[in-house]
């Protein structure tokens, strides 16, 4: 992705057909897990544009960090609302949450936090890096709120489909490399 070579496919988006399908997705794959998913969304959320498999990715990786950092049993709060021009996507935990020193560099790639290293937990350190890579080129921004011992929560902002303008008849604007 980093190099130009990823392209991203943009297409009009149902959000709240898409993130209700995510949602059971994740339900799916909580097998063996004592976690359980609380969700607010409204019935009708705005249309977004963007890469839908990209962007599921972004939100699964997101939704997967709770259950590996979350001591079971654990509840997951995910929830998605319009703010102005954009989409707001939350997800919280009351997990093992993130020191104040590895908050600033929980999405440069590689990085393990000092909490996050000492758990058993697997990965690389490059999930969040690819979450912000992913929002970044879909001209949205990704935030993180923790307190070590309280949990996390990760809010993205995406641009949602403006009504004043056809986005939607409008060149791929993601297609190009990123």
Same mark, same amino acid.
């Given at each position: 992705?980093?190099? @130009?070579?990823? /392209?991203?496919?943009?297409?009009?988006?149902?959000?709240?057909?898409?993130?209700? +399908?995510?949602?059971? $997705?994740?339900?799916?794959?909580?097998n063996?897990?004592?976690?359980?998913?609380?969700?607010? =969304?409204?019935p009708?959320?705005p249309?977004?544009?963007?890469?839908?498999?990209?962007?599921?990715?972004a939100?699964?990786?997101l939704?997967?960090?709770?259950?590996?950092?979350?001591?079971?049993p654990?509840?997951?709060? !995910?929830?998605?609302?319009?703010?102005?021009?954009?989409?707001?996507?939350?997800?919280?935990d009351r @997990?093992?949450?993130?020191?104040?020193?590895?908050?600033p560099?929980v !999405?440069?790639? !590689?990085?393990?936090?000092?909490?996050?290293?000492?758990?058993? +937990?697997? @990965?690389?350190?490059i999930?969040?890096?690819?979450?912000?890579?992913?929002?970044?080129?879909?001209?949205g921004?990704?935030?993180? /709120?923790?307190? =070590?011992?309280? @949990?996390?929560?990760f809010?993205i $902002?995406?641009?949602?489909v403006?009504?004043?303008?056809?986005?939607?008849? $409008?060149?791929?604007?993601?297609s190009?490399?990123?």
């Open positions: 992705m980093e190099d @130009g070579r990823k /392209q991203y496919r943009s297409e009009p988006i149902d959000t709240s057909a898409w993130l209700t +399908a995510l949602l059971g $997705q994740f339900q799916g794959e909580l063996g897990h004592q976690v359980a998913l609380e969700t607010r =969304l409204p009708a959320l249309a977004l544009r963007g890469d839908r498999d990209a962007l599921s990715a939100v699964l990786n939704l997967d960090n709770t259950v590996k950092y979350s001591p079971e654990a509840t997951v709060w !995910f929830e998605a609302e319009c703010c102005e021009n954009s989409l707001a996507i939350r997800v919280r @997990g093992i949450g993130i020191a104040e020193e590895d908050r560099h !999405f440069e790639k !590689f990085y393990r936090g000092s909490v996050g290293g000492a758990t058993a +937990a697997k @990965g690389a350190g999930g969040l890096a690819l979450v912000r890579h992913i929002v970044t080129a879909h001209d921004r990704v935030e993180c /709120q923790s307190h =070590l011992g309280e @949990g996390s929560i809010v $902002q995406l641009p949602i403006s009504e004043h303008r056809d986005k939607i008849t $409008q060149p791929d604007s993601l190009q490399n990123v």
